[in-house]
């Protein structure tokens, strides 16, 4: 009877345990996968329609993601990760990121990937004013950096925390360049915050779609993408702008995490996002994918004139990447 009764409960411990198995084979966790960025709600919704794999919603944002990574460096956490380009090289660097050369890696040009597989470009977006015009009453939407230095903004401007956000740090470098500093020299950068501090900029950590939408923050750097979800999927009184001095184009990188609980998973979530089908729903989110002959004609359609993105130019990641911690120290002792 004994030997009955440890027979029956050592099936039950192990049909437990395959069960357990089974259900942590079916997750994947992706840091900095927050689903009202980028339209990652529906994309998660399709990794778990299509592969049967769970990817929990995440709302930290770049500097955050590879925090928490070195922190559990010993024991991670996350299977995959999703970051602003800046913030490619550095995770590589710290040993939270392991190779992995997904499908369709051939494809994605050279400049939009490390070369031994520790990341690549999923998607990239053009930086400008995200503004709810609702929001301005008769003020006139700005045109340009320097409009937002006007009094009549005062309270009204936004833009996320450069000491921890990605795109925060674009930011700072597109203007930076649009007002003709360098990569090495952020002078003219500094010195607009400074000024921009002047008129009580809102300046939040994490992303603030819904802050614009409902107009608390009626004019936000921000990208094209979030703005056209904005114009045209949520119908919200708002518009995008290029601003006149020029701006940037960031992209956006995913990696497989070292050691992750479950790689398998992370490696079947990383080939996805380059799928056609999730290729194709990036550009519909209003992203522009990778592999560009995925933007249909009628996403394309929706964004600004080709003429207007004249004045967007390709961000250096290398060049941007070298002077992160001096846009974070600059910032945090000059204008914060």
Same mark, same amino acid.
């Given at each position: 009877m004994l030997?009955?009764? =440890?027979?029956? +409960?050592? @099936? %039950?411990?192990a $049909?437990?345990?395959?069960?357990? !198995? &089974?259900?942590?084979?079916?997750?994947?966790?992706?840091?900095?996968?927050p689903?009202e960025w980028a339209?990652?709600?529906?994309?998660?919704?399709?990794i778990q329609?299509?592969l049967?794999?769970?990817?929990?919603?995440d709302?930290k944002?770049?500097?955050?993601?590879?925090?928490?990574?070195?922190?559990?460096?010993?024991?991670p956490? =996350?299977?995959? +990760?999703? @970051? %602003?380009?800046? $913030?490619?090289d550095?995770?590589? !660097? &710290?040993?939270?990121?392991?190779?992995?050369k997904?499908?369709?890696?051939?494809?994605i040009p050279?400049?939009?990937?490390?070369?031994?597989?520790?990341w690549?470009?999923i998607h990239?977006g053009?930086?400008g004013?995200?503004v709810?015009?609702?929001?301005?009453?008769?003020?006139?939407?700005?045109?340009?950096?320097a409009?937002?230095l006007k009094?009549e903004?005062?309270?009204l401007v936004g833009?996320?925390?450069?000491?921890s956000? &990605?795109?925060g740090?674009?930011?700072?470098?597109?203007?930076?360049?649009?007002?003709?500093?360098t990569?090495?020299?952020?002078?003219p950068?500094?010195?607009?915050?400074k000024?921009?501090?002047k008129?009580?900029?809102i300046?939040?950590?994490?992303?603030?779609?819904?802050?614009?939408?409902?107009?608390?923050i009626?004019?936000?750097?921000?990208?094209?993408?979030?703005?056209?979800?904005?114009?045209?999927?949520?119908?919200a009184?708002?518009?995008?702008?290029?601003?006149?001095?020029?701006?940037l184009?960031f992209?956006?990188?995913m990696g497989?995490?070292?050691?992750?609980?479950?790689?398998?998973n992370?490696?079947?979530v990383l080939?996805?996002?380059?799928?056609?089908?999730?290729?194709?729903?990036?550009?519909?989110?209003?992203?522009?994918?990778?592999?560009a002959d995925?933007?249909?004609?009628?996403a394309?359609?929706?964004?600004?004139?080709?003429?207007?993105?004249?004045?967007?130019?390709?961000?250096?990641?290398?060049?941007?990447?070298?002077?992160?911690?001096?846009?974070v120290e600059?910032?945090?002792?000059?204008?914060?």
């Amino acid at each position: 009877m004994l030997k009955r009764l =440890a027979f029956a +409960t050592a @099936l %039950g411990i192990a $049909a437990l345990g395959s069960v357990m !198995d &089974a259900n942590a084979q079916q997750r994947a966790i992706c840091y900095n996968c927050p689903p009202e960025w980028a339209d990652w709600g529906s994309q998660l919704r399709a990794i778990q329609s299509k592969l049967g794999i769970s990817v929990p919603p995440d709302n930290k944002n770049s500097g955050q993601a590879i925090a928490a990574l070195i922190a559990e460096k010993a024991n991670p956490v =996350a299977d995959v +990760t999703y @970051l %602003g380009g800046i $913030a490619a090289d550095p995770a590589k !660097d &710290a040993g939270v990121l392991t190779p992995y050369k997904p499908k369709n890696w051939d494809k994605i040009p050279a400049d939009l990937k490390d070369k031994d597989g520790y990341w690549f470009t999923i998607h990239s977006g053009t930086l400008g004013l995200f503004v709810n015009k609702a929001a301005l009453g008769n003020k006139p939407v700005p045109q340009s950096w320097a409009d937002l230095l006007k009094p009549e903004y005062k309270g009204l401007v936004g833009y996320l925390d450069p000491t921890s956000a &990605a795109v925060g740090q674009l930011g700072v470098m597109a203007v930076n360049l649009a007002l003709g500093g360098t990569y090495d020299n952020l002078d003219p950068a500094i010195k607009y915050f400074k000024d921009l501090a002047k008129n009580q900029p809102i300046v939040p950590k994490q992303t603030s779609y819904a802050r614009v939408i409902s107009g608390e923050i009626p004019i936000l750097f921000d990208y094209d993408f979030n703005a056209y979800r904005g114009q045209h999927t949520d119908k919200a009184p708002v518009q995008f702008v290029i601003p006149k001095e020029g701006t940037l184009v960031f992209p956006y990188v995913m990696g497989l995490v070292n050691k992750g609980p479950n790689p398998d998973n992370g490696k079947k979530v990383l080939d996805f996002v380059l799928s056609d089908d999730s290729q194709a729903m990036w550009g519909n989110a209003y992203l522009r994918p990778v592999f560009a002959d995925r933007l249909s004609n009628e996403a394309k359609a929706k964004f600004l004139p080709e003429a207007e993105y004249a004045r967007a130019k390709a961000v250096d990641l290398k060049k941007l990447a070298a002077a992160q911690a001096k846009i974070v120290e600059r910032y945090k002792n000059e204008v914060n």
